[in-house]
Every structure is written in C-alpha cells, then in structure tokens.
C-alpha cells in the first residue's frame, strides 16, 4: 500500500534527482528571469547610442554567452550617453587560458568619467566582471565615458556592456577559489531572494578569483554558486544597501566525488570495465605493502546507494613496486549501471581507499549491433559551455547508446563533472584544444576498451604522424575480435592500419573531406564532427554503420544551437500514485529502445503504460525502487508514459 507519505518522499526524491542531473542546466533550460524592475541594458556590441573611439573590436570566445568589445591600445574610448540616477558595467571574461589565439589578458584599466568628471578606475586584471560606476547622479541624462589606458605599458580591456540603474541598487563581491583551481575558469551565480530567482549570470575572473554582481537594494539574499565538476555551494543571507559594495566570505570549493580518481592505474574514467553480471575484470591500484579489506562498487539514485562486495583473488606476480592487481568477480545480482570502484587497505601506515570513480559498467548482455552516440569539437571550457553539455548528456541518457565517443576536448574539470550523469560508457580525448594537464582525470593519449568481446574501441588522441605502433599493440591484444572502432582526433589514419584491424568506424573531430563517408581503399566508416552545434546517433547492423546522419541528408549531424531547450527531453511529474513522463521529441528521427527512468517507493510493484520494464533496482536500504522503462520515441511527438502501481 502506498501511503501519503510515501507519495511525498518519493515526489521529493524525484525533485531530488532532477536537481542532481538537471540543476547545472537548470538556469539555462529556464527563459533568463527579467532584468529587476527599472534597470536598462546598454550592449556595448549592439547597442546603436554606443560611440567608439579608437581600435575597438567585437570577440566572442568559442560559444562563449555573448559578443563584447576588447582594446589593446593605450587611450581608445567609449562615449555612452544614458537617462538615470546611476549607471553600472559588466566587463566580459578575462581569456580563456585553454585557448591560443584568444588575444592577451585584459591588463590595462577603465578610466570611467561621468559628464566629463572621473567617477571610477577600474583595473582589469583583478576585477569581479560588474561594477556600480557612478551612483546619486541628478535625475535625466548623462554622458559616460570609458578610456582604455595603459598600466605599466600593458593594456587589454573587454566590456560586455553598461545597466542604467535606478538609485536603490548595490553590489555583492567575493573571491572563489577551489580545489583543482588551475582549472577553474568561471561559474555560475543563481541569486535568490526568499523564493525568488533575481538573477542567473556567469561570473569569475579567472586570473584574479573575485565574482561581482549587482543586484538591487533589499534583504534576505542567498547565492549558489555552481561550478560543473566542483560541489555546488550556497551562502547565508545577506543584505544589500544602496551604492554599498557587500563583501562575502565563500567556503573553498570541492571536487565533485564523481570526478577524483585516487591510487588507481585501471579501470578508470576513459578506460572503463564492460561487464557483464556475473564475469570479472582486473584491477591495477596503488596497493604498498597494505592489507586489502574490501572491493566495492556503487553507485547513486537520487540520494540512495546502490552497491555490492565484490569478490577478488589478488595476482601476485602483477605487483611491481607500489602497484597491486587483483582479478574482480561480480556477482549475479548485480544491478545495471555505472559504478564508481573502491579498494580499502589497512595497516602500513596506509589505511586508505583507493577510489576510480565511474569505471566500471554492468550490463546484461552483450551488444551485436552497437549505438553510439558522438560529438566533437564543443569547446567546453567553462560553465556556460559546460551547461550546454550537460543538456546534451541528458538527451544522450533518453536515446541510451551502448558508448559515448567525444573528440577534441578542452577543459578536463568540467568535463568529467558534467559527464558524470550520463548512464553510458564514454570515452574521450584531447586534441589541440586541449589544458594541459588532463591526464590526471583521462590518462594516455591512446587507450583501447573492450566493447564486447568481438568489439574493441581504440582512443587515439594524437594526429596520425606519430605513427601506429602503439595503436596496433593495443588492437593485437585481442587477436578474436571481429572488427574495431577508433575515436581519433584526426582522421586520416593510414589506410594499411585500418585495413589490417578491421576498422569499421573512426570517429573524428578534425580533418578535410566529407564528414560522413567510407574511406577510399578500406571498409571504414568515417563519421566526422560536422560543428560545434550538433551530435550524432552511429548505429551499427552486422558489423558495418547502418547510419550516422540525420533526416536522410548524407551528412548532416543532429542540429542542436547553444541557446536551443533540449528537442529531446522529458518532464516527471507525480499526481495520485500515478508517475507520468512526459516525453517530447521534436527531431525528425524516431529513437528505438530510448530508456526512462523512475524513482519510485520501493514496497510497490508497478507498471508502464507503453514500453517495456527493461530492469528493476533496490536501493540498499530497500527504500527506493529505480525503474527503467525502454519505449520507442516516434519522431516529431509528444505522448506521456505513465508508471502506476500493479
């Protein structure tokens, strides 16, 4: 019997999950909240009153929000006529340390005079990215002006825009650091007010750390601030007083768990175990001289655990030093799914947990004809570029391909942070976009990962001139498989090394040609990234790609813009005891064995409305039950899917 209250932890659990999976998106999903009454915004891009001096020039970072205006020269001007009692900038990002090319750090500063009369100096290189420039000013209109001026002979502003502000408006000013701080670029600030979203911007200056925002004159203010790859924090309530800079203390930002890998060589995130229930797989960790307790596997539904005990025989002549290695048997039961791995050792002066978090995948069986998902080149190197992946994982996690292969990646933080909710294997590689320092997080730059058996899945994250020899290495380990699959970085590989490993697919996000084509002298399948602003859906059948291109166009990927609501996307609600998925697919292409997934209370046995029960999960305490529903997804439909009890 299901009981209102039971109806009410699991209405909670599924708000729980959504802000789980869903929260990082969730202001750029949600139409941005109106500007606060009164304020008016002055693009310095687009806005036609904005007189420019000098050798100003428009720049938008890769996929970045929006375009702003940057100077490198020692005196350019801005003139901004405007109507109001004060007036406020928003400066654009500093760049972006992953790219080359991007232009230098803004070093210079901001001389900003009102009606002819210096209001501020703002200096780039440590400033919050907004600013209250003049405040108390005589009611009608005004002139400001910004002079770009060097400081110590080094320049560089960027400036997004200005706020005609009413006189009732202040400013909140912090400095946000973390851990893995080298590869924290920027976040997202979510201020709240009671129960009130007043805005939803990104904010950091990289070099510095300070955040700034502005926000009009009130109380009870709260700020969570939201980092892809780092644990989202929120502060107390604060006030904020007319023309009054409000300083805030922020805790330190953690990693995300999902996202630390500790004392392990393999499995681990881009080179993961593919198992089925009931086989084994070897684990390489950091073992010393300690005696090893225990080997688990777990994994999360909302706030619940899923995790088994493994059994484990240890291989002696693998140790080498440090290393250890254990041969890993999972036991029959095991639930489908992602599992982060855990070895506890105790005694040496070692007592730890060595910790590979979402490295090894259970599944029932073996695929025959496998489904990919892929994408290329999507610049993910902050938050906001980090949002728009995370709406990507959430589709992907609805269409549920067998494995992810993402090309030519950038920032590694945000990256494994957002990749953490998808329910698929993946796999990743770097290019020449890349930060340095990604192979704490994805490892070497060629790697291969079983499939199945018969499938192997090479990364290869070099271009081709650094020759095939490790590639062909990795390939002859496994001598019975049927054919192989590469996700490269370039794809020109040499057509005698994908004739001699039976390459049916090598997925790419660089190279000349057609971005979808058998590759001459071989029965390769090339399936390369067409733009930033897209996906694919590879499908094999016998051994060959059936398809890779959307709405019959011979190469056109799945378009999906930065600004665009997900076109394949479900709503959860929960009325009575019924759990009803609202599916909504725009796209013209149907999506076969899609998954939905519920959380529901566990005492009940339930039933789907359309589909099939694909798996039934416990969470260990036996308290919530995951139910994963497989439909077929028409193309260009929206039709609910509900679950309700037997």
Not at 310 to 321: G, H, K, M, T, V
Not at 334 to 353: F, H, N, Q
Not at 494 to 521: C, Y
């Amino acid at each position: 019997m299901i009981t209102k209250l039971s109806l009410l932890i699991a209405s909670l659990t599924i708000v729980a999950l959504t802000a789980l999976l869903a929260h990082p998106i969730i202001a750029a999903e949600r139409p941005a909240p109106s500007t606060p009454t009164a304020w008016s915004w002055i693009s310095a891009t687009t806005g036609d009153s904005v007189k420019k001096t000098g050798s100003w020039q428009h720049d938008q970072f890769r996929n970045a929000r929006a375009a702003h205006l940057k100077s490198y020269h020692d005196g350019d001007e801005l003139t901004i006529p405007f109507s109001g009692t004060a007036i406020g900038i928003r400066l654009a990002g500093q760049n972006t340390p992953e790219y080359l090319g991007q232009g230098d750090a803004s070093q210079g500063q901001l001389v900003c005079s009102i009606d002819d009369t210096v209001a501020k100096t703002i200096a780039c290189t440590h400033a919050g990215r907004e600013h209250i420039l003049a405040h108390g000013l005589k009611p009608g209109d005004h002139i400001l002006r910004i002079r770009h001026a060097a400081v110590n002979n080094q320049t560089g502003c960027r400036i997004d825009g200005f706020w005609a502000l009413p006189a009732a408006t202040g400013s909140v000013t912090f400095q946000l650091t973390g851990e893995r701080s080298q590869f924290l670029t920027d976040c997202r600030l979510i201020i709240v007010q009671g129960d009130k979203i007043i805005r939803s911007t990104i904010s950091r200056n990289w070099i510095s750390g300070t955040c700034s925002v502005l926000l009009p004159a009130g109380t009870n203010y709260r700020i969570t601030i939201q980092a892809s790859g780092w644990q989202t924090v929120s502060t107390s309530a604060f006030d904020i007083t007319a023309n009054t800079q409000t300083t805030l203390a922020i805790p330190f930002l953690n990693r995300a768990v999902s996202t630390i890998p500790y004392h392990f060589r393999y499995p681990s995130i881009n080179n993961q175990a593919i198992r089925t229930r009931g086989s084994s797989f070897r684990a390489r960790f950091l073992g010393f001289t300690a005696t090893i307790k225990t080997v688990r596997i777990k994994r999360e539904i909302g706030n619940k655990t899923i995790s088994r005990l493994l059994a484990f025989r240890e291989l002696s002549d693998r140790a080498d030093y440090y290393d250890r290695e254990l041969e890993v048997m999972i036991p029959a039961d095991t639930p489908g799914g992602i599992y982060d791995l855990e070895i506890a050792i105790e005694g040496s002066g070692r007592t730890s947990v060595a910790k590979s978090p979402r490295s090894v995948a259970i599944i029932a069986n073996y695929t025959q004809n496998p489904r990919f998902v892929s994408w290329g080149h999507l610049d993910t190197s902050g938050q906001y570029q980090a949002e728009y992946l995370q709406r990507l994982c959430t589709m992907v996690n609805i269409i549920a391909p067998d494995m992810v292969l993402a090309s030519n990646c950038v920032n590694p933080a945000y990256i494994s942070g957002t990749m953490a909710s998808l329910r698929s294997p993946y796999m990743v590689n770097f290019g020449n976009h890349q930060m340095p320092g990604h192979k704490h997080w994805y490892g070497a730059d060629i790697q291969i990962v079983p499939l199945t058996p018969k499938i192997n899945v090479l990364n290869y994250a070099l271009p081709w001139f650094h020759g095939t020899e490790a590639a062909s290495g990795l390939f002859n380990r496994y001598p019975d498989s049927t054919y192989n699959i590469i996700n490269g970085f370039e794809s020109n590989a040499p057509i005698e090394f994908l004739n001699q490993h039976t390459v049916r697919l090598i997925h790419d996000a660089h190279g000349l040609g057609s971005k979808a084509m058998i590759i001459d002298g071989t029965q390769t399948q090339r399936v390369g990234k067409t733009n930033s602003n897209s996906f694919r859906v590879i499908q094999f059948k016998d051994g060959k790609v059936e398809s890779c291109t959307y709405n019959d166009h011979p190469t056109a990927a799945i378009p999906f813009t930065r600004t665009q609501v997900m076109p394949l996307r479900v709503k959860q609600t929960v009325a009575d005891v019924t759990y009803t998925a609202t599916v909504t697919n725009e796209l013209k292409m149907d999506f076969k064995d899609a998954t939905i997934r519920f959380l529901v209370p566990a005492e009940q046995t339930y039933q789907p409305s359309a589909g099939k029960i694909k798996s039934t999960t416990l969470s260990d305490d036996k308290s919530l039950k995951e139910i994963v529903v497989s439909i077929n997804i028409p193309r260009e439909t929206t039709f609910p899917l509900n679950l309700s009890p037997n």
